[in-house]
């Protein structure tokens, strides 16, 4: 865990191994809630000045990467697979987010085919919803 900007309780690293994260993170998830298949997992992260553009607050490119993170580890979980490519992903910004904030995600799998995942997300934050998404899922 990032020491400077703690998680709060009951939040792990997300693969800090992963080069992605190590530059654009740290992410955090929160497990399953009581078995919820609507909401199998939350992901959220700390705003830290390298996540901001030259406005000061949040790249919508950032929110839009964590909000892919959040739903795509929802679904692998929701069905069981190691990998579940994004197919499609549509992201609205309703307000920004500054450096300090913790944001964490909202997801609902929508729905299950045999062979895609429809689901949607909200990124929250301490003054409210700052971004929401719809996502469409390959189940491989």
Not at 84 to 104: I, Q
Request: hydrophobic residues 40%.
């Amino acid at each position: 865990m990032d020491e400077e900007h703690p998680a709060p309780p009951g939040w792990r690293a997300l693969r800090p191994e992963d080069p992605f994260n190590q530059k654009n993170g740290p992410f955090y998830i929160a497990d399953p809630f009581d078995g919820n298949e609507t909401e199998p997992a939350r992901i959220g992260f700390r705003v830290q000045p390298h996540n901001c553009n030259y406005t000061g607050t949040c790249h919508g490119g950032v929110l839009a990467a964590v909000l892919d993170i959040a739903l795509g580890q929802s679904v692998q979980r929701a069905v069981q697979a190691g990998f579940a490519p994004t197919m499609s992903l549509s992201v609205d910004y309703m307000r920004p987010a500054t450096p300090g904030e913790w944001l964490e995600s909202r997801v609902r799998v929508l729905k299950v085919t045999r062979s895609a995942v429809f689901c949607d997300a909200l990124l929250v934050g301490p003054n409210g919803n700052v971004a929401r998404a719809g996502g469409l899922f390959k189940r491989v």
